[in-house]
C-alpha cells in the first residue's frame, strides 16, 4: 500500500499567502499559530491538489490572495502511487472582459486535463469545523459530505455529478417554456436519468462498502461507530435490480411528474435529493440527537473508516487534513487518534491554535508555526 505524501509544498498569492514554502520529513504535520494566522489556508491549498472545490468550497476567485493580481498557485512535490511527482494547480489573473476563469493542472509542468488526474498520484480526505453541524444541517450538506468521500474513492464523481445537475437544469428551463417540444424533453430526461444512475450507482457502493468498514472497525477504535445509509430509492434499488430497469423507472417518473416539476420549478424526485442517515451505534440513536462531543467524535471514526476504505480500494492511502481536531479531544482519545492514524500509516496535516495539544505527538511530529502568512519550522 503506497501512502500519499507531501514533501515540499508552495504557495504563490495563496489567500493570505504571498509565497510560502514547507518541506516534511515525515508523517505528521502540525500547524500552530493564532487565529487568522493562515493555518486552515494551509489545508485549503493542499486540497485543490484533489478534484472538486476545495475543502471551503470556494470559487477560484476567492482564494486568490486579495493583494495580488488574481493568479495563484500551489505546487507540491508528491511521492504517490506513481513515485515521486510534482503536482500544481492555480489559475492565471481573469482577463479584464470579466469571462470565467478555470483552474489549470499540471502533473511534472505537463498540463493535464482536469484535477481527476491528481487522483493518480495522491488522494485525501479532511475533517474540518465547518464540518461540526453535519449532522443537524440540511441534507444538501450531507448530500455533498457524502459526495466528497465517493470522490476520493472514484475521481471521476464529481464530473458526473456536475453533469446530473445541469441535465436537471436543461429540464427545469424547458418545462418553465410553455410549449416545450415533447422530444427535446424526453431525450433530456434519457440522459437525466442515465446520469442519475450512474450517479446513484457510485453512490450505493461506497455506503454499502463504507458501513462494511465501519462494522469491522466498531470493536478496535477508541471513536464510536456510525450505521450509515442513503435515502434515496434509486440508491437503494440499484442495490438488487438491473440498472437499466431502475433507469426506465425513474426517466417513467420525470416524464409523469412534467407538470409538477414545472410548477414546482424544480425536478421533485432524483438523487440530487439524497440524504445520508447517519446513526451514533453506540447508543442506537440518531447522530443528530448525539453531543457535541459526541457527534465530533462519531465524525473523527466515519473519516479513519473512510481513510482506510480509500486505501483499501484505491491501493492509495489517503493524505489526512485535520482541521483544529486535536485541541477538542480529552487526552486518551487524542492519544488513540495519534495511535490510529500511525496504523494507517497516512501523512496528515494536523492544525491548531494551542501548541499544548500536540505534546504527545511523538518523535514523528514536526512543528511548524504560522504566522501572518508565513510558515516555519519550530526550532
Ligand atoms: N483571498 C484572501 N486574500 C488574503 N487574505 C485572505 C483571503 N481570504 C482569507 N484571508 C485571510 O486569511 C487569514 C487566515 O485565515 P485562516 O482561516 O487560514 O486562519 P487560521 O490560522 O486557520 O485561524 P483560526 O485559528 O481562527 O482557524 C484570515 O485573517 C483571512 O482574513
Ligand atoms: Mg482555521
Redesign the pocket.
Known sequence: MTPSRIHRLSLTHF??YRAASVSTRGDVVVLV?P???????CLEAISFLAPGRGLRRATLE??????GEGSWAVSAEVEGALGLSTLGTGIEAPAQGGESVSRRCRIDREPVGSAAAFGDHLRMVWLTPAMDGLFMGAASERRRFFDRLVLAIDSEHSSRVSALERSLRSRNRLLEVRNYDDHWCGAIERETAELAVAVAATRGQTAARLSAMLRERAQGSAFPSAEIALDGWIENALLSEPATAVEDRYREILRLSRARDAAAGRTLDGPHLTDLQVVYAPKNMPARDASTGEQKALLIGLVLAHATLVAEMTGIVPLLLLD?VVAHLDPNRRKALFDELAKLGAQVWM?G?DPAAFVDIGANGEIFD?EAGRISRRG
Open positions: 489567500r493570505n499559530g487565529n487568522g494566522a493562515g493555518k486552515t489556508n476567492d482564494v486568490a490572495d486579495n493583494q483544529e492544525t491554535a504560522v
